[in-house]
Structures are given as C-alpha cells and as structure tokens.
C-alpha cells in the first residue's frame, strides 16, 4: 500500500510563492504517475498538475502553466508543486495522488492512493 503525505501548506500573501512536498512512502514501478489536484470550497476538485516517476514527464492544468511547476525527487520519494506568483483563487486544500496513469490524461483519471491533503490559504 502506498502512502502519501503532503506539506507545505499555508497562510501567505498573494503574490508569495509556496512549495508543496509529496512524500511518498515508494516511488517504486515504473509507471507511477503523481498527479497534485486541488478542492476548493464549494468546488470540484480539479487537477493542478503531474509527473511521471519514472519519465519525468509532466502536465499541467492549462490555466497554471507558467506559475507552477512540478519536479520530482526519486532518491527522497518526494514530489514537489512550485506554487509562484499566488491567487486569492488558488485557495484550497491541495491534495496528492499516485496511480498507474498516464500523463497525457492524468488530470482527469482516477488515482488509487492519495493524500490527506494541506491547505493553502492566499489572502492579505
């Protein structure tokens, strides 16, 4: 069973940047696919972004491309999410997740294992 923990959440000023951590318990198979998503309140959960463990190749929502960025650490069994130039409306609780995806579509597939999630609040 693969766990999952994410950190790095918080309380910051818009405009601020935020690095979340996904630190998996193994990044082990050669497909695993590690997919950030994000609720916010009275919202559906939408897919931020991924990364393959194994290729490297990433995804992103198309509207975060260019102020976030994902990249993984295999050695830590970590997956982090840059988080740069924050919105009141990236407000959420970010969550972590991990399946046998691809990255093509991953943003909207179905994950087996996930976080418990960290909040991020972007207010003044």
């Known amino acids: 069973q693969l766990q999952l923990v994410e950190s790095g959440g918080g309380l910051v000023q818009p405009g601020t940047s935020l690095r979340l951590s996904c630190a998996a318990s193994?990044?082990?198979?050669?497909?695993?696919?590690i997919a950030w998503f994000r609720q916010a309140p009275g919202k559906e959960r939408e897919g931020v972004s991924c990364i393959n463990t194994s290729s490297g190749n990433t995804n992103y929502a198309d509207s975060l491309k260019g102020r976030f960025t994902i990249s993984k650490d295999n050695a830590k069994n970590t997956v982090y999410l840059q988080m740069n130039s924050l919105k009141p409306e990236d407000t959420a609780i970010y969550y972590c997740a991990a399946g046998l995806v691809v990255v093509s579509s991953c943003l909207t597939r179905r994950y087996a294992y996930w976080g418990q999630g960290t909040q991020v609040t972007v207010s003044s």
């Open positions: 193994a990044l082990t198979g050669p497909y695993y696919t």
